[in-house]
């Protein structure tokens, strides 16, 4: 009787090298992505079909590159917007911090401390 073994080669392991292109920062991603979509919709699709890139992928690249840079925007206005009420909310916090400072020294000198707490301080002194 003959033994019958199975062998099941391993498939070669390779190490998952990292992208240099995915440490770049946003607009060198963007700068490089739209040189290659410029490069890429100039060559002939007979040319691109040897790498197995249709029309259509590129036109899908497009696509999304358009939305990227897009939602980039969107939010750099976003961050601006920002900056500008959080400007506003600093000096809307001084003012509301002075006036409120002025109010208690107001108050805390002409009302006995018993009644302190009635105007929310919990001051000793």
């Known amino acids: 009787m003959s033994e019958s073994t199975t062998e099941t080669t391993p498939e070669p392991t390779t190490t998952k090298r990292s992208s ?4 770049q ?6 700068g490089r992505s739209d040189f290659l979509l410029t490069v890429l919709t100039a060559e002939p699709p ?9 029309p259509e992928a590129i036109t899908a690249f ?3 590159l358009t939305k990227v840079k897009s939602t980039d925007q969107k939010q750099e206005e976003a961050k601006a917007t920002l900056k500008t ?8 916090q001084k003012t509301m911090k002075s006036q409120y400072s002025t109010f208690k020294r107001k108050i805390k000198a002409e009302t006995p401390m018993q ?5 929310g301080f919990s001051d000793k002194q």
């Open 85 to 92: 009420i959080t400007a506003t909310l600093v000096i809307e």
């Open 115 to 119: 009644e302190w707490k009635r105007f």
């Open 46 to 54: 007979e040319n691109l079909a040897r790498y197995g890139i249709t």
């Open 20 to 23: 240099k292109f995915n440490h």
């Open 25 to 30: 920062n946003f607009e060198t991603q963007v």
């Open 62 to 64: 497009g696509d999304t």
